[in-house]
């Protein structure tokens, strides 16, 4: 919250009122004292006792069940994210991070930081919100040449794991870099993806969720630029996808999966 603060101030010292805050989806659940509360929610609104309650009610059992320290924790949320960490939850019992209005929080401690910083005489500029969430639009975008070529190889390779009766395979495309001719088709069993996690109290066998690997090329890569792209107004705009051309222009991977594979 003070990094972003900070970016708002020295752009405000440049006249650049203006800019853009990218917040990852499930940021909430690795803020520490969070990532402990909504532990522990997991496990008190999953028991037969809360499980009998009706909505309205479980709040005030949450309150009485849990521990000290994560109720001040509680309390201290604004009401509507404290309700969607207690209350909307997944088929498994967990909390449905997507639904958690991080962004608004985030930009409420920001704008009480940079007012504070204004009576100081810290802060020269004009600080005011928008949200938009983007997870479905990112989802639902038009897919580009390589996208297509990509997906049809996945897809054709599982009709061959099929035919080959290699049940309970994921099907997977590697050396996605190179040009299509040279992909390697093959079969990953869904076993070796399986991780346990609590679901509704329990330990169970899950598909391990897909995180930001923060020791990984394109984390590294965007760290090493944040501070500058923070304070500058840079952008690069590719144009309309290409499905038609020389395939230096239409088949080209995306630059995370480049910098991924060191190219």
């Known amino acids: 919250m003070t990094y972003i603060a900070s970016a708002v101030a020295k752009r405000a010292e440049d006249g650049k009122d203006f800019g853009t805050v990218l917040i990852p ?12 509360l909504i532990a522990e929610l997991n496990d008190v609104l999953a028991s037969d006792e809360a499980q009998n309650l009706g909505r309205s009610q479980q709040i005030d059992f949450v309150k009485q069940h849990i521990s000290a320290e994560n109720f001040a924790v509680f309390n201290s949320l604004p009401t509507s994210v404290a309700r969607q960490l207690a209350l909307d ?3 498994h019992g967990n909390v449905q991070v997507s639904l958690i209005e991080t962004e608004k929080l985030l930009s409420a401690m920001v704008a009480a930081k940079l007012d504070k910083w204004k009576k100081a005489g810290k802060y020269v500029g004009k600080f005011a919100s928008q949200h938009h969430f983007f997870g479905y639009e990112g989802r639902c975008a038009a897919p580009s040449n390589y996208d297509a070529d990509y997906c049809y190889s996945l897809g054709f390779n599982a009709s061959r794991l099929i035919a080959n009766g290699k049940t309970g395979y994921m099907s997977i495309i590697k050396n996605t870099t190179a040009p299509a001719a040279e992909w390697i088709a093959g079969g990953v069993p869904i076993t070796m993806m399986m991780n346990l996690e609590r679901r509704n109290g329990k330990m169970k066998p899950v598909i391990r969720k897909a995180l930001v690997e923060l020791d990984g090329a394109p984390f590294k890569y965007f760290a090493s630029k944040r501070d500058e792209w923070a304070r500058e107004t840079k952008y690069v705009y590719p144009g309309p996808i290409q499905y038609f051309g020389p395939t230096e222009v239409c088949d080209q991977p995306t630059i995370t999966l480049k ?3 060191k190219k």
């Open 25 to 36: 989806e499930g940021l909430i659940e690795f803020i520490p004292a969070i990532k402990k």
């Open 89 to 91: 939850r997944d088929p």
């Open 259 to 261: 910098l991924e594979q």
